[in-house]
């Protein structure tokens, strides 16, 4: 959807409680408009309409057939915002902020997944994510619905060469962790200084042998079962989960 006038502003639909809750909040992007379904007077509808309310955002009612139509038939709760579209961060803004702690996508493909990662990434105070330009999700309303909110939190930069920004990184003094089930380093025995990067790996084959290459540390989970891999979200959860615990201990500054 494009709003006309002097600048071309593309608009996207997001949807459920979440999602839009967040989006209010955030000072990153602009909610123009809020929809709920006819009816629905529930403590979701009033929190959002206080929220609306204090910014000076519309709320209208439609049928909750509308709603169905704009959601594509996804889960929304009776609720649907349109919102200027997703604006991800350049990568050299991270550097220029002096970022401490990112999390990099290496060619993670599933939505779902990616929205996960964002969610958890945000959780345990990482406070940029890199993601390559091609061979990855989109910021879309499905990953925003998943991410529950998280994304309107959260610096995403796309760029087109994983290999070289970890080279930039690696010479502005970032320490490199990569996320692998052969690792040498195990995850929970690793110290953390300065600042960080974790690298996670695409869902099939990992990170890439070039980008692993110039990790300074490869970190792997202990496994005591019969399977001997998990599911990246959840391998990402556990490992930024240990990184911000030790972080914190080693006294870095939170995010």
Do not use: C, W
């Given at each position: 959807m494009t709003i006309a006038g002097?600048?071309?502003?593309?608009?996207?639909?997001?949807?459920?409680?979440?999602?839009?809750?967040?989006?209010?909040?955030?000072n990153h992007r602009t909610i123009e408009k809020v929809?709920?379904?006819?009816?629905?007077?529930?403590?979701?509808?009033?929190?959002?309409?206080?929220?609306?309310?204090?910014?000076?955002?519309?709320?209208?009612?439609?049928p909750r057939e509308i709603i169905d139509a704009m959601a594509a038939g996804k889960a929304h709760q009776g609720v649907i915002g349109i919102q200027e579209s997703?604006?991800?961060?350049?990568?050299?803004?991270?550097l220029e902020n002096d970022v401490s702690f990112i999390m990099i996508l290496d060619r993670i493909q599933d939505p779902h997944n990616f929205g996960s990662l964002i969610r958890t990434a945000h959780c345990f105070g990482v406070d940029a994510i890199i993601t390559p330009e091609r061979h990855a999700p989109a910021v879309t309303p499905a990953v925003k619905k998943v991410a529950?909110?998280?994304?309107?939190?959260?610096?995403?930069?796309?760029?087109?060469?994983?290999a070289r920004s970890v080279d930039i990184l690696k010479k502005e003094g970032y320490w490199i962790y990569g996320a692998d089930m052969s690792g040498r380093d195990a995850v929970e025995e690793m110290s953390v200084t300065g600042k960080t990067a974790v690298i996670l790996g695409g869902e099939h084959k990992g990170i890439r042998p070039l980008v692993k290459r110039k990790c300074d540390y490869l970190l792997?989970?202990?496994?005591?079962?019969?399977?001997?891999?998990?599911?990246?979200?959840?391998?990402?959860?556990?490992?930024?989960?240990?990184?911000?615990?030790?972080?914190?201990?080693?006294?870095?500054?939170?995010?």
């Open positions: 002097s600048q071309r502003i593309t608009m996207t639909v997001i949807y459920g409680f979440h999602s839009v809750f967040e989006a209010l909040l955030s929809i709920l379904a006819a009816g629905k007077k529930d403590g979701h509808a009033a929190r959002i309409r206080r929220e609306a309310e204090k910014r000076s955002i519309p709320v209208v009612s439609e997703f604006r991800y961060s350049p990568f050299d803004e991270f529950a909110g998280a994304v309107e939190h959260m610096r995403i930069s796309r760029v087109v060469n994983i792997s989970i202990p496994m005591m079962g019969h399977i001997d891999s998990l599911n990246v979200a959840v391998a990402g959860g556990i490992i930024l989960f240990q990184i911000a615990t030790r972080r914190r201990v080693a006294g870095l500054p939170p995010t």
